[in-house]
């Protein structure tokens, strides 16, 4: 996204020179950052549930508790595509 987003910046001088142009620019890349450490967070924290779950004594307390194995998070087919930033 951010490689579109220069380019678009390229083809017009004034709008790379704009202060709001870099701040957008640099939240863009913090929230793509953010994202990309939640999926990682999640699936850490899915794979150590997982291990878990399948260890003794949590096996005997699984169903008590009523937790079981979860997923890992992939993205849906089509949200794997950046969104575009038009202006």
Known sequence: ALGRLIAVAEAYPDLKASSNFL???RQLGEIEN???FARQYYNDSVASLNGLTQ???WM???GI???AS???YD???GHAT???VRF
């Open 65 to 67: 508790a009523g937790v």
């Open 70 to 72: 979860r997923e890992f």
């Open 55 to 57: 260890t003794i004594p």
């Open 34 to 36: 953010q994202l990309a």
């Open 23 to 25: 701040d957008l620019q």
């Open 82 to 84: 950046v969104p575009q």
């Open 75 to 77: 993205a849906p087919d």
């Open 60 to 62: 005997f307390i699984n």
